[in-house]
């Protein structure tokens, strides 16, 4: 079976500072991660994702992550957030079968920027 | 990115009545739909998923009778929570694929609050 566990439920930063929200993960098989944002009462948008092939992946907003095989880590980095970024973040993850679609979530890490 | 688009948006409705949430796909073929339920301040739990022309795949500890999904064709999911309680109040999202066009990626709609009274 497959699990993620997001560190930190709360990050509170000052608008500038780098910020990084980690996410672990558990699982048998081949795996797929993706980290999510969700402003308040949306949906999800995905941020990034990682499929195979360089381990450093680069997203949207300029977030990035890097995947650890080997500590089963997929941390999710930004060197300067913005008061935009203020929202819930979700790390998840998919087994080869399913990739994007049936996604175990982690619990979920609260960015809050603050001025 | 493509465009899942759930209605309605928040729905109030009384205890013991029935509601419908749908979720389509606006410029994809979606041919497998998931649904998720988020309670405040929680993550999202996958509840089902519905692949088009066949029955949904409940995830254990989902009342596939009290939550029924519907995925008649390939643009539309429907899940609707019968004779709703207070417990059900809770915030639903849906998320859409295509196998065959769209890769790995699975597209959310924006969610839809349920409040029962």
């Known amino acids: 079976a497959q699990s993620v566990t997001q560190l930190d439920s709360q990050v509170p930063v000052f608008e500038e500072a780098p910020v990084e929200l980690r996410c672990n993960y558990s699982?048998?098989?081949?795996?797929?991660l993706f980290w999510y944002v969700q402003y308040p009462n949306q949906g999800l948008q995905l941020l990034l994702k990682?499929?195979?092939?360089?381990?450093l992946v680069k997203g949207i907003n300029g977030f990035e992550a890097e995947f650890n095989k080997s500590q089963t880590s997929f941390h999710l980095r930004k060197p300067s957030v913005h008061i935009s970024d203020t929202a819930e973040y979700f790390c998840a993850v998919s087994d080869g079968y399913n990739q994007g679609g049936k996604l175990i979530f982690g619990q979920g890490t609260e960015l809050s920027v603050k001025p | 990115g493509a465009v899942v688009s759930q209605h309605p948006s928040w729905v109030i409705c009384k205890s013991g009545t029935s509601v419908k949430i749908e979720c389509r796909s606006l410029d994809f073929q979606a041919t497998t739909m998931f649904w998720y339920r988020q309670f405040p301040k929680q993550s999202l739990m996958l509840m089902a998923t519905?692949?088009?022309?066949?029955?949904?795949?409940?995830e254990q500890g989902v009342e596939k009778d009290k939550f029924l999904i519907n995925h008649a064709s390939l643009t539309l999911s429907t899940l609707t929570v019968t004779s709703a309680h207070p417990e059900d109040s809770s915030f639903y999202i849906c998320s859409a694929r295509s196998d065959t066009t769209m890769g790995t990626e699975a597209f959310f709609g924006q969610g839809t609050r349920l409040t029962v009274v």
């Open positions: 990682y499929l195979s092939g360089s381990t």
């Open positions: 519905s692949n088009e022309g066949s029955k949904a795949t409940y």
């Open positions: 699982s048998s098989v081949s795996v797929y």
